[in-house]
């Protein structure tokens, strides 16, 4: 499937000062790395660096770039936590556009930890809101009729499917973890500041992100990382739970879509045509490292059915009709190709995945 994507330039128009929260992140890093490829906005990137950012994928865009390119990236290593850093981060940042990506998304870290899930999810999200409405409200003329916030979130919140059916943007929330119901609730929060507010919004709900300089603690990291190494790969339950995969260029795509030309106060589910039980995800990259790097077995032998997790929901799916049709978006990669590419790209970048585990985690 190939897709006829206007640039990032042309999106945002007029659109000068862009503020990206979470942009050390896999997703968002993927995103300032568009914009600055792309576009010649000032990015002003809100992370607190905390154990899964990473600034090594953005830093290699700035030396292609060469240093005319420094100064349009502007690292703010701010928590969403402190209300007070926040508001001072917006006011600095005086963006034409806000793009929220900054979360806790680890499901296995929630269960462990919900507490620090509630803080940076909701908390965070509602001291957000709180800044960029008293910046949106100070702007006047042309800007503030331009200003936008987009809201990024995941098809968690809908729960979980049975064996037929795909989640729509009419879908009822029925969170089943500690990040999904935080999630769920701070996409409440923004619906809320926009019709009691009137802040200029636009939401998306994605499905199982995958590509390059993802942390390498997410299933297809960690299952490529381990098979390349020859050791077991965990599998919750019995493998059959199933995931909608979006390669991350994909959701570029449409974050930007959504961010520059979505209906205020709308919704949009983006999915990638990529469902896949979890045990056909293992054995798919399996398969392609018995090509990539041979050994005198099968990697799929190194499969290993582990207890499932609690709470573990059977299946995800998307239906993207909405952006497709009000937007025109569509995924340029399928699965099938994505994955070769991302398995490629990880055997290639075990230094790096080192790196990030060591300082990160140990």
């Not at 992370?47 to 005319?68: C, H, N, P, Q, T």
């Not at 269960?111 to 509630?118: C, S």
């Not at 390498?216 to 059959?240: N, Q």
């Not at 190194?302 to 952006?323: C, E, K, M, N, T």
Request: glycine letters at 8%.
């Amino acid at each position: 499937m190939v897709s006829s994507m206007p640039s990032a330039s042309v999106l945002l128009g007029g659109r000068r000062r862009v503020l990206v929260t979470g942009g050390a992140g896999f997703i968002g890093g993927a995103v300032v790395r568009r914009l600055l490829r792309e576009t010649k906005v000032t990015i002003f990137n809100l992370d607190k660096m905390g154990y899964a950012s990473d600034l090594s994928s953005i830093e290699e865009v700035l030396s292609e770039l060469g240093e005319a390119a420094n100064d349009r990236h502007r690292l703010q290593e701010v928590d969403l936590t402190d209300e007070a850093a926040v508001e001072a981060a917006v006011q600095n940042a005086d963006p034409d556009l806000v793009l929220h990506l900054a979360a806790e998304s680890h499901v296995d870290r929630s269960i462990a930890g919900p507490e620090a899930f509630i803080s940076s999810n909701v908390t965070g999200t509602l001291h957000l809101l709180q800044a960029v409405r008293a910046h949106w409200e100070q702007l006047t003329g042309e800007r503030q009729a331009n200003f936008r916030m987009h809201h990024i979130s995941t098809d968690e919140v809908f729960g979980s499917l049975g064996p037929e059916g795909r989640f729509l943007e009419t879908t009822p929330y029925d969170p089943r973890s500690p990040y999904s119901a935080s999630k769920a609730a701070s996409d409440h929060l923004v619906n809320a500041w926009h019709h009691t507010y009137g802040l200029p919004v636009v939401l998306t709900n994605c499905s199982n992100n995958y590509g390059p300089w993802q942390f390498p603690e997410k299933l297809i990291p960690v299952v490529i990382l381990k098979a390349a190494a020859g050791k077991a790969i965990p599998v919750y339950g019995d493998g059959l739970n199933v995931r909608d995969w979006l390669h991350v260029e994909d959701h570029v795509d449409a974050l930007l879509l959504a961010a520059c030309q979505g209906e205020l106060g709308r919704s949009y589910c983006v999915g990638g045509f990529g469902q896949r039980t979890n045990k056909e995800i293992v054995e798919l990259i399996c398969n392609q490292l018995d090509r990539a790097q041979p050994k005198g077995f099968r990697h799929a032998q190194l499969i290993q059915l582990v207890s499932d997790r609690p709470g573990h929901d059977r299946r995800y799916a998307i239906d993207p009709s909405r952006i497709q049709s009000e937007l025109g978006w569509q995924p340029r990669h399928s699965l099938e190709v994505g994955l070769a590419e991302t398995v490629s790209w990880y055997m290639t970048q075990r230094d790096w995945c080192r790196k990030v585990q060591t300082v990160k985690t140990g």
